[in-house]
């Protein structure tokens, strides 16, 4: 009774609940959350070497149950473990939800063309006049560099959203890590940012100023864990963490080793 009421606790207070690498697969049951409805999308299952059924990967989603009119599918990638949510925002510029998985490099459920396939799809989006949110697992390391062309240009994008810092005092222009690292494929997720004109909110919201590590392993130094959105988002973002200290979370998902981001 004591672990059923810690998870319900988890969804106190949040409209969606995104989790990745979960191993779940299509048509697997669910634990019920009371006003929220979920899905899973997993990859095809594989024969071990001791033919036992093996289902890495697979994306869970929990979300309001009032949400379900304005939520759709938009786009699916399983193989590369991403997938897009479209929420419709009524008179404004629609959502589009991207939940992440990167498999680490060198896996063979990992693909050169990853992120040229996640420009597109953002490309996409933009052409749309929709609002890009990215999250997830992205198993890249890129320190503490520029996610944009420069600073001035950075100033100058926000400016034109309005989004000044008489307006918006919390704001913080530059991204900080506490992870030094410069990793395989980090190159490759900055340029995608530059390119897409998109912002990492690790490291630059109050709550994460420092740009907290989000994964246990190799010591917990480890920052691969990720949200990146349209910097309009900021207009209505209020909060980012990188939750460390949830004993909840902790006692009921202790075999993860990845620290919730919480938006």
């Known amino acids: 009774m004591e672990t059923k ?9 949040v409209d969606l609940v995104l989790l990745t ?30 033919k036992t059924r093996k289902h890495n990967g697979g994306v869970v989603g929990y979300f309001r149950s009032h949400l379900s009119p304005n939520l759709s599918w938009w786009k699916e990638r399983s193989h590369d473990s991403y997938i897009w949510l479209q929420v419709s925002m ?6 589009f939800v991207c939940v992440v998985y990167v498999a680490p490099v060198g896996s063979k459920h990992n693909s050169e063309y990853l992120f040229q396939n996640l420009t597109t799809n953002i490309a996409e989006v933009q052409n749309l006049g929709g609002i890009v949110l990215l999250g ?18 950075l100033c100058e994008l926000l400016q034109t959203l309005e989004l000044v810092e008489a307006k918006q005092p919390n704001i913080v222009v530059k991204r900080h890590n ?32 420092s740009g907290e590590f989000t994964c246990l392993a190799n010591g917990g130094h480890d920052t691969i864990d990720y949200i990146i959105n349209s910097p309009i988002v ?30």
């Open 21 to 50: 690498e979960t191993w779940h697969f299509l048509g697997q049951h669910l634990p019920n959350v009371e006003r929220f409805d979920s899905f899973v999308v997993g990859r095809t299952v594989q024969l071990g070497k001791t």
């Open 90 to 95: 009524g008179v404004a510029p629609n959502l």
């Open 136 to 153: 997830g697992d992205f198993n890249v390391c890129i320190a503490a560099l520029l996610d944009t062309i420069d600073i001035d240009d």
């Open 234 to 263: 900021w207009q209505t973002a209020t909060h980012f963490e990188v939750i460390i200290d949830d004993t909840r979370y902790y006692a009921v998902g202790g075999d993860s080793d990845h620290k919730p981001l919480h938006l």
């Open 178 to 209: 506490r992870n030094t690292i410069i990793g395989d494929w980090g190159r490759e997720l900055l340029d995608l940012c530059c390119d897409a004109g998109l912002l990492i909110l690790n490291g630059r919201m109050p709550s994460d100023e």
């Open 5 to 13: 009421v810690q998870i319900l606790e988890l969804f106190q207070g």
